[in-house]
């Protein structure tokens, strides 16, 4: 029986989809993924290089457990370079992945009964994140037409137990790029009323047309002094695999995030740090490669999807996400006699017809739209789009 912590959970709808279109594959059907938040890129050889080396120079044994000093160092740099804010190595903490980062920082700062804001659509992990320090998740709707930030139902959402936001910019699901003004409007908040905004920032170098990224962290001393910053490679250079992320933190949450990680991971890899400290000090043109070629795709799938008959789609400025509106096929039959219900009913008709994969916008806490990811090539794309349209025309 499992204990009431993991009870409560509800399991990633994300992961689960990824297992479902591996099966799939693996049973011989041609699938097209449109699910997975993974580049579909080869990480830079450079950068595996790198790791190869340390490993055969005996790069392999523990290290302090907020990571090598050479790497929290060029963090620091990377940090006021990109992003203009200044840290120093001790307020660094090298993790396995983003997601421990995140889950540091919430375990840092979080007690049970505290509430922490969620501006949704959010990542499926947040609430569940939350959840397992036994706070409070509160979701506030975000600009329906542009999934920017609606900073009015955030002030009234803050209460004496807000403890925290928890941000994403650029967006997971909706691909949204939160604008300097509103941040600057959030850091005004979180002074006033003293709560941290931990600010997931996975997805800063994927940023197209006149978008811009901007860290809360950036935004003068006293909002950084409210400020978490949590970031990681497997994005920005297709490193998903490696796991290796890290917050940038005020010294007393650095120094509570070093002990938690004491007594949980240690050390994230050894080796794979090495490799991360050639990423960020290595050639940066294949990340630009990357950037270029997301965005042709963005484009493409954009225009392909506001073409359908009865879909919207906002634009979306940075990742590699969409977030198409498609509850004006909720209530059609498919040629089964199946009725589509909702978003997950509408990606399984999607996955079944046209072997094409999505996530249901429900696990994003938006059940009127399904998240689609272009990190797979233009083909796969175009004919990923071509299938979609073919069974959407079946449904009556």
């Given at each position: 029986?499992s204990i009431?912590?993991?009870?409560?959970?509800?399991?990633s709808?994300?992961?689960?989809?990824?297992?479902?279109?591996?099966?799939?594959?693996?049973?011989?059907?041609?699938?097209?993924?449109?699910?997975?938040?993974?580049?579909d890129?080869?990480t830079?050889?450079?950068?595996?290089?790198?790791?190869?080396?340390?490993?055969?120079?005996?790069?392999?044994r523990?290290?302090?457990v907020?990571?090598?000093?050479q790497?929290?160092q060029?963090?620091?740099?990377?940090?006021?370079?990109?992003?203009?804010?200044?840290?120093?190595?001790?307020?660094?903490?090298?993790?396995?992945?983003?997601?421990?980062?995140?889950?540091?920082?919430i375990?840092?700062?979080?007690?049970p009964?505290?509430?922490?804001?969620?501006?949704?659509?959010?990542?499926?992990?947040?609430?569940?994140?939350?959840?397992?320090?036994?706070?409070?998740?509160?979701?506030?709707?975000?600009?329906?037409?542009?999934?920017?930030?609606?900073?009015e139902?955030?002030?009234?959402?803050?209460?004496?137990?807000?403890?925290?936001?928890?941000?994403?910019?650029?967006?997971?699901?909706?691909g949204?790029?939160?604008?300097?003004?509103?941040l600057?409007?959030?850091?005004?908040?979180?002074?006033?009323?003293?709560?941290?905004?931990?600010?997931?920032?996975?997805?800063?170098?994927?940023?197209?047309?006149?978008?811009?990224?901007?860290?809360?962290?950036?935004l003068g001393?006293?909002?950084?002094?409210?400020?978490?910053?949590?970031?990681?490679?497997?994005?920005?250079?297709?490193?998903?695999?490696?796991?290796?992320?890290?917050?940038?933190?005020?010294?007393?949450?650095?120094?509570?995030?070093?002990?938690?990680?004491?007594?949980?991971?240690?050390n994230?890899?050894?080796?794979?740090?090495?490799?991360?400290?050639?990423?960020?000090?290595g050639?940066q043109?294949?990340l630009?490669?990357?950037?270029?070629?997301?965005?042709?795709?963005?484009?493409?799938?954009?225009?392909?999807?506001?073409?359908?008959?009865?879909?919207?789609?906002?634009?979306?400025?940075?990742?590699?996400?969409?977030?198409?509106?498609?509850s004006?096929?909720?209530?059609?039959?498919?040629?089964?006699?199946?009725?589509?219900?909702?978003?997950?009913?509408?990606?399984?008709?999607?996955?079944?017809?046209?072997?094409?994969?999505?996530?249901?916008?429900?696990?994003?806490?938006?059940?009127?739209?399904?998240r689609?990811a272009?990190?797979?090539s233009?083909?796969?794309?175009?004919?990923?789009?071509?299938?979609?349209?073919?069974?959407?025309?079946?449904?009556?």
């Open positions: 029986m009431e912590r993991i009870a409560r959970m509800t399991p709808v994300t992961i689960v989809m990824e297992g479902i279109v591996a099966d799939l594959k693996a049973q011989g059907v041609d699938v097209i993924g449109l699910n997975a938040g993974e580049p890129f080869d830079p050889a450079h950068i595996v290089q790198a790791c190869t080396r340390a490993m055969e120079e005996g790069k392999t523990y290290i302090n907020t990571g090598i000093p790497l929290r060029a963090i620091c740099q990377k940090l006021q370079k990109d992003n203009g804010a200044v840290y120093t190595p001790a307020q660094i903490c090298v993790s396995t992945g983003a997601k421990q980062a995140l889950n540091n920082a375990l840092t700062t979080v007690q009964g505290d509430e922490v804001i969620i501006p949704k659509p959010c990542w499926v992990s947040y609430v569940e994140i939350v959840k397992l320090a036994d706070g409070v998740p509160v979701l506030v709707d975000t600009d329906p037409a542009t999934f920017q930030l609606d900073l139902a955030i002030s009234r959402a803050i209460t004496p137990r807000t403890r925290a936001i928890l941000l994403n910019t650029p967006n997971n699901p909706t949204a790029v939160y604008t300097r003004e509103s600057e409007a959030l850091g005004r908040l979180a002074v006033e009323h003293d709560f941290y905004i931990i600010s997931d920032e996975v997805y800063e170098k994927l940023i197209y047309g006149s978008g811009e990224h901007v860290s809360p962290a950036s001393e006293e909002v950084q002094a409210h400020t978490i910053v949590v970031n990681g490679f497997s994005k920005a250079y297709a490193m998903t695999g490696w796991r290796i992320g890290y917050t940038a933190a005020p010294p007393d949450i650095a120094k509570d995030i070093a002990a938690l990680q004491g007594h949980t991971t240690s994230s890899t050894t080796f794979v740090q090495w490799a991360a400290l050639a990423a960020l000090e050639p043109d294949e630009e490669r990357m950037r270029r070629e997301f965005d042709r795709r963005r484009l493409y799938m954009v225009e392909r999807l506001r073409k359908m008959p009865g879909i919207t789609c906002p634009d979306a400025d940075g990742a590699f996400y969409l977030m198409p509106d498609v004006s096929y909720y209530g059609k039959t498919t040629p089964g006699g199946q009725v589509i219900a909702d978003s997950a009913a509408f990606c399984n008709y999607i996955l079944e017809e046209a072997h094409v994969a999505f996530v249901p916008g429900a696990a994003f806490e938006i059940p009127s739209a399904v689609i272009y990190s797979n233009l083909e796969k794309i175009r004919e990923g789009m071509d299938r979609m349209e073919a069974a959407l025309a079946k449904l009556s």
